[in-house]
């Protein structure tokens, strides 16, 4: 799984980078904002099913077929709800045919998405090395495409149409690993006692998604209407970069995080000194990055994206610090599952959203871009961190957080 997705981030950065070169900050913005507003709404189609049907089928392997066809259509029926919402909120917005046309391009792309229950099936049975080998399959031939479509000229359109492919060259490779194993069509089955406790269990998990998503990306919506394309895309250039470290925080703590929830087995001392020092070293590692990114920005875009990106920047310069915020939001994401408190990580998102909203109604119009990044590094802030500081069950893990500024926590003993 590491090797897959350090594969995947090297070759997607390069081959993005060259897209974005090849399309120009205008065209490349405009492919990002359909991309943007597409993953908005995205945690309809997923309904936060991932944890929890990996869950029951570890619990119930012998009701297999059941749980992995009735999350199957759970998965489709989102799907088609995300369409139909996506069809009506585009109507809302100042995009031209074209990009709504884009919009819906990509966003169908999520019906596709349903067959990642066999992802969930590998992992119930420590299988991920099938995973790993259907994405790779996924990121060569989307690679491969891309790099042919700037090789002959081609028009935006058809890059767009590649996200799509995307997901259906992954949903083909889970169905062709699945039927090697042999074990029977999910498809075919359907269980409304289990849809329905399902649901129940993931309807914060649902709500959250799309909150903790829109803080994430409603800045580059709001600057596709405020500013306009060539900005959104020169925002989301800077953007890539920064976000390049998301992925390490991500991997160091699925990999961590079981070992930390089986010490409270041990003892609630060893439990809490383990999960401080999994937020040391993730603080620590984000500063890392972030330091010479600042002092590098410029060059680098310069260097990557070429002169017409020169004013990602200063975005860059101040976007890479959110990086520090995701990475301890990543880990107390982990402890809000493991102490059974998802309702707050649905309110933590609620918040950021507001706050990000908000703070790019007041900023972009003043400063423009540098405006949006800010907004957007406050918002991981609240998310990330003040938030635990509100309620007394969560604000453990606010003074854990602030903790996270004493180095020597890295070397403490447990």
Not at 295 to 314: C, H, K, M, N, T
Request: with cysteine.
């Amino acid at each position: 799984m590491f090797a897959e997705q350090m594969v995947r981030l090297i070759a997607g950065l390069l081959v993005g980078i060259w897209v974005a070169r090849y399309l120009g900050p205008e065209q490349f913005g405009l492919f990002s904002y359909a991309i943007a507003f597409s993953a908005i709404f995205g945690s309809l189609a997923k309904l936060g099913l991932d944890g929890i049907v990996v869950r029951d089928l570890v619990r119930a392997p012998n009701q297999r077929d059941l749980i992995l066809g009735t999350a199957f259509w759970l998965k489709m029926s989102g799907a088609v709800i995300l369409l139909t919402v996506v069809a009506i909120a585009i109507q809302l917005t100042s995009s031209d045919t074209t990009t709504k046309l884009y919009i819906l391009i990509i966003a169908s792309g999520t019906i596709f998405q349903s067959f990642e229950v066999v992802d969930f099936y590998f992992q119930s049975r420590v299988l991920s090395k099938f995973v790993s080998g259907c994405k790779l399959a996924q990121l060569l031939t989307s690679s491969l495409l891309k790099l042919y479509l700037i090789y002959a000229g081609a028009d935006l359109f058809w890059f767009v149409l590649v996200s799509l492919v995307d997901q259906v060259v992954l949903a083909f490779s889970y169905f062709i690993a699945y039927r090697y194993q042999k074990v029977g069509a999910f498809y075919r089955h359907f269980n409304f006692a289990i849809a329905k406790i399902l649901l129940r269990d993931n309807w914060p998990l649902i709500i959250g998604g799309i909150f903790a998503m829109a803080y994430m990306r409603i800045d580059q919506i709001m600057i596709k209407e405020m500013l306009g394309e060539k900005d959104i895309g020169i925002y989301s250039a800077a953007i890539r970069l920064a976000e390049v470290w998301y992925v390490v925080p991500m991997i160091i703590t699925r990999s961590l995080f079981p070992a930390i929830v089986s010490a409270k087995k041990m003892g609630e001392k060893l439990y809490l000194s383990r999960l401080q020092r999994l937020h040391t070293l993730l603080l620590w590692m984000g500063i890392a990055f972030a330091l010479p990114m600042t002092f590098l920005s410029d060059w680098l875009v310069i260097l990557l994206y070429g002169e017409a990106y020169r004013e990602a920047g200063p975005v860059l310069m101040i976007q890479v610090w959110a990086g520090i915020f995701f990475s301890l939001g990543v880990a107390s994401g982990s402890w809000y599952t493991s102490e059974n408190l998802q309702k707050f990580a649905l309110y933590r998102a609620m918040l950021a959203a507001v706050v990000n909203v908000v703070l790019n109604l007041i900023l972009i119009p003043i400063i423009g871009l540098i405006g949006a990044a800010i907004s957007s590094v406050i918002a991981h802030s609240v998310m990330a961190l003040f938030f635990d500081a509100i309620s007394k069950r969560t604000r453990i893990i606010f003074l854990m957080k602030l903790k996270t500024l004493q180095f020597a926590n890295l070397f403490q003993r447990g």
